[in-house]
């Protein structure tokens, strides 16, 4: 095996958090995937489009309904004017990030990723021999600055990778940081790898704001039936890109999966066309953020404001928590049972070790045991503090 392999490409985050939720019994708030959410009517029509519908090889871009839905699902909600030449099928959001790098990132070119960073982007860049500049959002603001991109920008820079709604923050870019990702990618002639996967699951805000309506001459979208249908094991994903950069784009993905599922890609086609499908996931998702948030700061929990995605931030210092996020997690994991997400693993440089987050898209049952599992953070922080001290596990940490 190549070490070079073995050294930059470890198990992932959310596979090692979900195996320790099975081994340990405990509540999976880690890996975000929701347990509501999704159209039982599409349940019903991939069902039937199992049995008559193909079972055989889809034309490798996708089937032509459902690159035909995706420009009317983003003319309606994103005022995009895309067509269908535009848009490659892939099998889920990551495959079209992956076909997407290995299309466009050569040997010693740079990319910019934003961290916290989903964990897909720097070894995909690594792997098509490209090399990883960060630029680091802090918290509590997690602001994007156009100086902070300008800094990160070199000569070999060709690609920036933005993910608007943010994973793991759960920020909304505002218009002026979206602007300025714009004007940077425009002054270095860059390409915008815009991984808008969460562009359905909105908190505080009603419209996106697509990268494709600000940059559509450089901008590569993400996007994600599984997301949009809360249907994450579909993995049915796409991108819409400049017909060109598409057609490069879909010879990466015809080496990687080819091509996928037929009869799902119909179904989401179908789905794609009724957004009043959508509407009642949205307000309980608003409603499952809200319980949990209320429930955890009624214990003393310190939050960090969540405004998209399935995630909430717990600020650990702040909640009295002595223990490092991945500390916090192995802890919480094995003894509260409850599995949740540590942030540091998500910077290349200097990670933010006082954060961990949690997937609140799930039934009122499951939010409100996790919630008395934590309890409450004065006779935690106190507990904690005892089981480390006595484990040997506690560091020297900036706020102890
Ligand atoms: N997008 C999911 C998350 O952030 C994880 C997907 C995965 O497990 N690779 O939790």
């Known amino acids: 095996m190549n070490p070079l392999f073995e050294q930059r490409l470890g198990t992932s985050i959310f596979e090692t958090m ?145 993910n608007n709604p943010h994973n793991p923050t759960g920020r909304l870019f505002a218009a002026e940081e979206l602007a300025a990702v714009a004007t940077v990618a425009r002054a270095h002639d860059l390409l915008i790898l815009a991984d808008e996967v969460w562009e359905e699951v909105l908190l505080t805000a ?50 990687l999966t080819f091509a996928t599922p037929p009869n799902l890609q119909a179904a989401v086609a179908t789905g794609l066309g009724r957004p009043e499908w959508l509407e009642s996931a949205r307000a309980d998702f608003r409603r499952a953020q809200r319980r949990l948030a209320d429930g955890l700061q009624a214990n003393g929990w310190a939050l960090l404001p969540s405004e998209a995605t399935y995630f909430q931030c717990i600020d650990l210092p702040r909640s009295g928590m002595k223990l490092r996020d991945h500390q916090f997690a192995d802890f919480a994991v094995g003894t509260l049972k409850v599995a949740t997400i540590p942030l540091s693993g998500f910077y290349e440089r200097a990670p933010e070790y006082g954060l961990v987050r949690l997937c609140f898209a799930k039934s009122d049952a499951t939010i409100d045991a996790a919630i008395a599992a934590f309890g409450r953070t004065d006779a935690l922080a106190q507990e904690i503090l005892d089981t480390a001290v006595k484990q040997g596990v506690i560091d020297d940490l900036p706020w102890s």
């Open 18 to 162: 979900s195996l320790a939720a099975a081994r340990h019994g405990a509540i999976n708030l880690g890996q975000g995937f929701p347990d509501f959410g999704w159209p039982e009517p599409l349940l019903d029509e991939a069902a039937r489009l199992l049995r008559e519908g193909s079972n055989q090889y889809a034309p490798s871009r996708g089937l032509p309904v459902l690159r035909e839905a995706v420009c009317g699902f983003y003319a309606d909600r994103q005022g995009l004017s895309l067509a269908p030449d535009q848009i490659v099928v892939t099998s889920g959001a990551t495959e079209a990030i992956a076909a997407t790098i290995m299309a466009a990132i050569e040997e010693g070119d740079e990319a910019i990723i934003v961290a916290p960073a989903y964990d897909a982007y720097a070894p995909l860049i690594r792997q098509s021999g490209g090399e990883v500049r960060e630029v680091a959002l802090r918290p509590p603001e997690w602001r994007l600055t156009e100086e902070a991109l300008e800094a990160a920008v070199t000569p070999r820079t060709t690609m920036l990778v933005l």
């Open 206 to 255: 009603d419209r996106f704001t697509s990268m494709a309506s600000l940059a559509p001459e450089r901008t590569i979208k993400i996007g994600s039936a599984g997301k949009i249908f809360s249907l994450t094991g579909w993995k049915i994903g796409w991108l819409a890109a400049p017909a060109a950069l598409a057609t490069t784009i879909a010879r990466a993905h015809q080496y």
